[in-house]
């Protein structure tokens, strides 16, 4: 079991995969001057592994990553503290974090970040390669497409529709649907023309 990405977003991994009892062998990451991370070897990469999962927040650079590697199993990893219905669907290479709420009829694609106290509620399609920052509350029925990052402490409302490739700000309050590849923010949410970086996710 190797972790991809010797970042900070490995660490919470670490201590998820810990918690459950599952071993670590090393951590593969391309930048030759990091050696170790929290006491785990970190190894250049050779494109092939039994099982692992990609530890890098940025979900473009996580689907690029998954698309060159030779992987056995995606291994998805569950914080034991975090709360999941037996009738959600998790999919492969997801991690989802301590204090995670996740309810039932909810569906969690492939290669997203659940992370810290976010919630979902029932119902809810969360696509691939998302990242629902920590303490994020999506009520029920909302639809995320894949990549979108929700930021950290925003609400969406129940039924909201949001694309594909979308950054919601944080703090941002989501009442209305949100189209494909833009970046919206602010309570109500609405879509903005950003030209400066403004919007911190």
Known sequence: MILYGASGHAK???DTLEAIGMKIDYVVDDDASISSLLGYEVRRDRGRYDSAIVSIGDGRVRKEIVS????REWVKAIHPKATVSP???????????????????AVIGRHSII????????????GDYCHIAPGVHVSGGVEIGEG????????VKQGVKIGK??????????VKDIPDGVT????PCSVKD???NDCNH
Do not use: F, P, Q
Request: with cysteine; proline share 0%; hydrophobic share 45%.
């Open 12 to 14: 919470v991994i670490m």
């Open 68 to 71: 060159r590697l030779e992987v």
């Open 87 to 105: 009738h959600a669907s998790i999919g492969e290479g997801t991690v989802v974090m301590a204090g995670t709420v996740i309810n039932s009829g």
């Open 115 to 126: 992370n810290t106290g976010a919630t979902v509620d029932h119902d809810c399609v969360i």
């Open 148 to 155: 979108s990052w929700i930021g950290v402490g925003s609400c």
């Open 165 to 174: 490739w979308v950054t919601i700000g944080a703090g941002s309050v989501v």
């Open 184 to 187: 919206a923010y602010g309570c």
């Open 194 to 196: 950003i030209k400066d």
